[in-house]
């Protein structure tokens, strides 16, 4: 409602007018008019965000513990305890396989030229790996391919249907090896900012050839992006000899930089020869991945120093830590990242 003014105001404007000087009464209205200029101009400027300083941080951590290999679930909050360069940190958040946040899994395969001869094997392993890990109106996939040049096939979806098609749709072979570069792209570009669980699925059969990121690269950004990474080698595939259908037997550099990948973050690198093997990877990454422990900490230290910190999770029973083996994430940078 307009606000109207009677004769008692005006009189006083009147009076006003009689009992101050025009000089005065001039540089009276510029005064006014000066503050309500001020005022304005305060109103339209934005209010300050916080201090970025003043954020603290926290550390996510996938925590897979077995019984020999076994996963060991009915584990709660207070039966780990958690150590960032020897010093015990503070737990904020606590999850179990009942109460855990969905996966999102980003399947890489490779289509180099030494995958020509068995395409159709890893379109096949692919399939079935999303098939065996993604839970119906869960989890969500997404499928890449890299050789020189690294391809999004298919964005995350639950739809089993479209990553089949995706899949299906990959026929030809590039002439390099990108490896590391997919990994770096997926993790900063997909995984970044997803709700749930992070993790990339490698298949592959060879080395990278042809990468701009290095192998510290690609474990810097899993890291960085809280990314677990399975590595399932196709290497000993038609070849009749498997170097071994369980992490921990290698045969050369490229495996051997496969096992230091995924183990830095907390994840398993696999050999296998033959669809038969392979699905038993398939498998212990699917219930991995369904029964694990997520927990959270916020460091002691909050300084963005960039230097390695070396984290250790342990069972605070003495008797279960000898019978049990954990396996989580073993370090990470403490740089500033923009992690949603």
């Known amino acids: 409602m307009r606000a109207t003014y ?28 000066f503050a309500l200029s001020a005022m304005t101009a305060a109103a339209q400027v934005p209010t300050a965000t916080p201090d970025d300083s003043l954020r603290t941080f926290e550390v996510r951590l996938p925590v897979t ?25 503070e737990v904020t958040f606590f999850t179990s396989d009942a109460t855990n946040p969905p996966v999102y899994v980003g399947v890489l395969m490779d289509t180099s030229p030494s995958t020509a001869g068995k395409l159709q094997f890893s379109r096949e392993a692919a399939k079935n790996f999303i ?23 298919q964005d995350f979806t639950d739809k089993l ?58 474990i810097d950004i899993a890291q960085r992006t809280e990314t ?35 183990e830095a973050t907390g994840g398993e690198a696999f050999f296998s020869g033959d669809m038969t093997q392979l699905e038993r990877s398939f498998t212990r990454i699917s219930k991995e991945l369904q029964g694990q422990y ?3 900490y916020r460091p002691a230290n909050q300084n963005y120093d960039g230097r390695a910190r070396k984290i250790e999770v342990r069972l605070t029973n003495r008797d279960l830590e000898k019978k049990f083996k954990l396996r989580t994430k073993e370090s990470y940078r403490a740089i500033r990242d923009s992690l949603r």
């Open 6 to 33: 009677g004769p008692a105001y005006a009189s006083y404007f009147v009076g006003f007018s009689v009992f101050f000087p025009m000089k005065r009464i001039s540089f009276l209205l510029l005064t006014a008019a």
């Open 65 to 89: 513990v077995t019984n020999k290999k076994e996963l060991v679930a009915g584990l709660s909050r207070g039966d780990f305890a958690v150590f960032e360069d020897g010093v015990q940190q």
């Open 131 to 153: 098939f065996t890990v993604t839970r119906l109106r869960k989890d969500k996939a997404a499928f890449m391919t890299f050789d020189h040049q690294v391809s999004l096939q």
């Open 161 to 218: 249907d479209l990553l089949d098609r995706a899949v299906d749709k990959v026929k030809k072979t590039g002439s390099q090896t990108a490896l590391y570069d997919a990994v770096w792209q997926f993790a900063d570009e997909k995984l970044r900012g997803v709700p749930g669980r992070r993790v990339i699925v490698i298949i592959t059969d060879g080395d990278d050839t042809f990468s701009r990121a290095e192998l510290q690269d690609a």
């Open 228 to 262: 677990t990474v399975f590595a399932i080698s196709t290497k000993a595939g038609f070849l009749g000899s498997v170097p071994g259908v369980e992490a921990g037997t290698v045969k050369d550099k490229g495996d051997k930089d496969l096992v230091r990948l995924a």
């Open 294 to 296: 997520i927990i959270t």
